[in-house]
């Protein structure tokens, strides 16, 4: 049996050896060992250095950034600073393989952002109005050029409207929009269902923002992307709650920027803001390690003291796995803080200054609305006119402090409603007017139309050229039509008409092949064009309001009422059920009432005057303690992720909010030139401190001849230092002409500008004033040396720089570079830096021509036409008022500049108020600053205080 079984085996075996299939057998278990002892030896014996080779290959660094540094006023109040904050940051670790899996769970992250109230950040220049309509979001055209050009991928703005149309410079926001969405694939999205998802603009905005911003980082794909910031613990959460669905998606903790006081400091602190494109290669000098995402100082100190604000970068070195989660962190360097910068700015006196300021121009505005509809004549003298009520209440809505597109919303009030609905019948009539007119055989010249009519006809002409529809570099100016339409003898059908075949009009706008459309085809085109343009203009629609307030079919009285309607007065039901009644006259004692209290402000109004600037140096050290420009804005809705909408209401905002009216607006100074005319006179000895020269009103020596401010009156016999108190024209024009008069007697003006602007010169007037923000370049006046000495010619500068020329006089001639800066400190409050403000010049000219000068000035104070508006301050100060008139149909602009005490100056204050009326007003801004500082008012006083009387001293000047 035994036998039997071990010759069966043996048969067995000799078939199997015999046959293919044992070959193969045998070749496959040495393959399996061979893999098996390959295992082993991979995980068993050298399984740790494998794993370290593969980690190597997924180890990223990302970059930390530091936080920004404090800035401090000069006595330590914080000014600026940073707050905790969440950011929602994405990371492409490759997870989402299709375009629609990571367009999904973008739109998811969307919705959930948009549940909370919280924006999107992004680059994407477009957004949509109330009406879901798309619009660019860029403060210019060519800033909307540049965008466009960004967005096609091109270097320049020149490739824009090439020959093959791949890249049209006018493609429309909403075309822009549709593009990229068609470029990212929000086109084809569906749901997990596999059914079309159906975008708004504004959910395929939001989306192209994200694809846009992830975009930038597409070689640094595990560098997170800021998606939104200053996010809140809710937002945190539900996206916490929702993370399984929101691969990538990370909240991180971070800082934002704040401001306290905002509106007082702007002008100066400035704001931060995503690094901009040009700015890059010049911080890159500064520091290596600046990139296009960094947040960075974009104006004021915020700017200029970027490098030291800006905290130092560390890095994070981690092992993330194939979906971007980080498994370790390999090593850490830690980011340090940036410095802290203190301001030579003291906090409360600017405080003080902005309010004085706000108050005086209420004031002013109080005392000048009138309820009359033609109150001036031709004749009306710069200082005396007033303010029809009706211009004010138009205001409301030019100026936007009314929103008119509430009125046609769903919970409008009846009185917008109303307001909506006389809109709407006076548009249709005033669209039917345009379109006969313009389609008319026999349309009517410019000049002989309607007041109303002829602005709508303007209107559609300014409309036109900003669209670049009419080509401004294509007119021929000197042409009969150009000039028959300046001169109004023309009709704009004519005009546009003529434009067409003369190539001035753009007329590939329009659809359809252009080459063999005929010109009536076109203009047709062009008329359909402008209907639809102006139906839906909102700039347009409150233009119509400008004409109904004026022939009475919107009131006042509905204006106040729309007022409370939309918060922008607190409600009080007494005011608002008298307005109800419908009395005209309570309506306008109303509004008085509000613009004195400030509850309707100035700048809200932008009417003449609605802004001002005012400075406060330190005359021994050069330091600026207070500058002032009103209006200012809320930089905090500037800073970290911007709000366009508000920014662009500060860019269309008439009391220009955004230019600083202490360091950029320049105007001719008028009479507070005349303390340099008189030290150049002195000190090249064409006049001396004995001279007499007679005042008969008018000085006839020059054609055509100067008259004194106080003609048809005359001073009579004045010498130096009674000239400067009485401001007399004659003298100064005299002195200016012996300025001019060589030693032989020969007239030169050359010799008079010379020298004129040697002494203005040596005060510092030649260059800007050292100030660490922005500033505009002075200028001396190079014509007309009798008018220039008496600032007039073509003088201009700013107020920070009339600040430094009367310090100069009163430290008796150290000519500082201004600054606003005092120490920089690092965040444990060690000095890294004292800034001590330079020492330019020193103006070297005789005592006794100090002592003229000086003394003249203080006598303005205490002897001349000013004295009755500082009698109830308690410091003896010298000054000097100044008036000049640039618009005989606007009041003229109003500066005063001095220094405290007269004894031993330790202060200088400066006022301008463009088209101020009267320097009067600048002087009792300037008395109300120094009362403060001298402890007269206290800042509690200035707070609670409401619009200032306006003085009825008239200064001669």
């Not at 193969?24 to 030896?41: C, Q, R």
């Not at 549940?115 to 949509?128: N, P, R, S, W």
């Not at 105007?667 to 000190?683: D, H, Q």
């Not at 920089?824 to 003229?852: F, M, Q």
Request: aromatic share 10%; glycine share 6%.
């Amino acid at each position: 049996m035994i036998r039997d079984f071990k010759d069966f085996l043996g048969e067995f075996f000799e078939k199997i050896k015999s046959s293919r299939l044992f070959i193969l057998s045998v070749i496959y278990a040495f393959m399996v060992f061979i893999l098996g002892s390959k295992l082993f030896t991979m995980q068993m014996v050298n399984g740790k250095e494998a794993q370290e080779e593969y980690v190597q290959k997924i180890k990223k660094t990302v970059t930390t950034t530091g936080a920004r540094g404090n800035i401090y006023d000069r006595n330590g109040n914080l000014l600026a600073y940073n707050k905790l904050s969440y950011t929602v940051t994405i990371t492409d670790g490759g997870y989402y393989k299709k375009p629609n899996d990571k367009n999904n769970m973008y739109y998811r992250l969307i919705q959930i952002l948009r549940k909370h109230d919280q924006k999107i950040d992004g680059d994407f220049l477009v957004a949509v109005n109330e009406n879901g309509e798309a619009y660019y979001t860029t403060k210019s055209d060519s800033a909307r050029l540049r965008f466009i050009a960004d967005m096609y991928g091109l270097k320049s703005t020149d490739e824009l409207d090439d020959k093959a149309g791949k890249y049209p410079a006018n493609i429309t926001a909403q075309e822009m929009i549709d593009k990229k969405a068609k470029t990212y694939g929000l086109d084809k999205m569906k749901d997990a269902s596999g059914n079309p998802i159906e975008l708004t603009n504004q959910d395929k905005i939001d989306l192209i923002n994200v694809r846009y911003e992830m975009g930038k980082k597409l070689y640094r794909r595990f560098e997170p992307t800021v998606i939104a910031t200053n996010v809140s613990e809710e937002t945190k959460i539900d996206i916490m709650e929702n993370a399984a669905s929101l691969i990538g998606v990370d909240v991180e903790n971070d800082t934002y920027r704040v401001y306290n006081d905002a509106v007082y400091f702007s002008d100066i602190i400035g704001y931060t803001g995503k690094m901009p494109d040009d700015k890059l290669d010049e911080l890159l000098k500064e520091r290596p390690d600046y990139t296009l995402n960094d947040i960075v100082g974009r104006t004021g100190i915020e700017e200029s003291m970027e490098s030291t604000l800006q905290g130092s970068k560390g890095s994070k070195t981690m092992i993330v796995d194939n979906v971007g989660r980080i498994m370790q962190t390999i090593s850490e360097v830690e980011s340090s803080a940036g410095n802290d910068v203190y301001l030579t700015i003291d906090k409360n006196l600017q405080i003080a200054t902005y309010r004085l300021v706000e108050q005086q121009l209420a004031g002013i505005l109080a005392s000048k609305i009138v309820n009359a509809d033609n109150p001036n004549s031709e004749g009306t003298d710069s200082t005396q006119r007033l303010i029809p009520v009706k211009d004010a209440y138009y205001q409301l809505i030019g100026n936007n402090v009314l929103d008119i597109t509430r009125f046609s919303k769903e919970g409008a009030s009846a009185t917008e409603q109303g307001l909506n609905a006389k809109l709407n019948a006076q548009k249709d009539a005033i669209l039917v007017a345009i379109n006969n007119e313009l389609t008319s055989g026999a349309p009517t010249v410019v000049n002989a139309l309607p007041e109303d009519t002829k602005a709508y006809m303007n209107y559609i002409h300014t409309a036109l050229s900003k669209k670049n529809i009419i080509k401004k570099d294509s007119i021929d100016t000197k042409s009969e039509v150009y000039q028959a339409w300046k001169n109004e003898t023309t009709t704009l059908r004519d005009y546009l008409f003529i434009g067409i075949s003369s190539g001035y009009i753009d007329t590939t706008i329009f659809s359809g092949d252009t080459n063999y459309s005929s010109a009536e085809d076109i203009y047709t085109k062009l008329v359909e064009y402008i209907g639809n343009m102006l139906r839906e203009d909102p700039e347009f629609d409150k233009l119509i309001y400008k004409y109904l307030i004026k022939n009475n079919v919107v009131t006042g009285r509905e204006l106040c009422l729309a007022l409370f309607d939309q918060g922008i007065l607190n409600m009080d039901d007494n005011a608002y059920a008298q307005l109800m009644s419908g009395n005209e006259g309570f309506a306008f004692n109303f509004f008085i009432d509000k613009v004195s209290r400030i509850e309707i402000t100035p700048a809200q109004l932008a009417l003449d005057p609605c802004s001002a600037g005012a400075v406060v140096t330190d005359v021994n050290t050069g330091e600026v303690r207070a500058l002032v420009s009103y209006p200012g804005y809320d930089n905090n809705r500037l800073a970290n992720s911007m709000d366009v909408a508000y920014f662009n209401k500060l860019l269309e905002d008439e009391s220009l909010p955004l230019y600083n009216n202490a360091t950029q607006t320049k105007k001719a100074p008028g009479s507070t030139f005349k303390p340099i005319t008189a030290i150049a006179g002195l000190e090249e000895h064409v006049i001396n401190p004995n001279d007499i020269i007679v005042c008969n009103g008018i000085y006839d020596a020059i054609n055509p001849a100067i008259k004194c401010w106080i003609y048809p009156g005359s001073h009579g016999s004045e010498n130096v230092v009674k000239a400067i108190q009485d401001s007399c024209n004659v003298y100064f024009a005299e002195t200016g002409h012996r300025l001019s008069t060589d030693a032989s007697g020969e007239y030169s003006a050359e010799l008079g500008i010379e020298r004129l602007r040697k002494y203005a010169s040596m005060f510092g007037l030649d260059h800007k004033s050292g100030v660490e923000i922005v500033e505009n370049d002075p200028q001396i006046s190079d014509i007309n040396p009798e008018q220039s000495s008496l600032g007039q010619g073509n003088h201009s500068f700013a107020n920070i720089q009339l600040a430094r020329y009367v310090s100069t006089i009163a430290n008796q001639g150290t000519l500082f570079e201004l600054s606003l800066l005092d120490k920089v400190c690092d965040r444990y409050g060690n000095l890294v830096k004292d800034y001590t403000p330079e020492a330019k010049n020193h103006v070297d000219i005789s005592p006794e021509t100090w002592a003229n000068v000086k003394e003249g000035m203080n006598r303005v104070i205490k002897e001349g036409s000013a004295r009755r508006v500082f009698t109830d301050l308690n410091v003896n100060i010298a000054g000097k008022t100044g008036t000049a008139q640039e618009s005989k149909t606007r009041a003229n602009h109003a500066f005063f500049i001095s220094f405290a005490p007269f004894e031993s100056p330790e202060i200088a204050v400066t006022v301008n108020i463009p088209y101020g009326y009267s320097s009067t007003n600048a002087a009792v801004i300037a008395k109300n600053i120094y009362k403060y500082y001298y402890n007269q008012i206290s800042l509690d006083y200035i707070l609670n205080n409401s619009a200032l009387d306006v003085s009825d001293v008239k200064i001669g000047d």
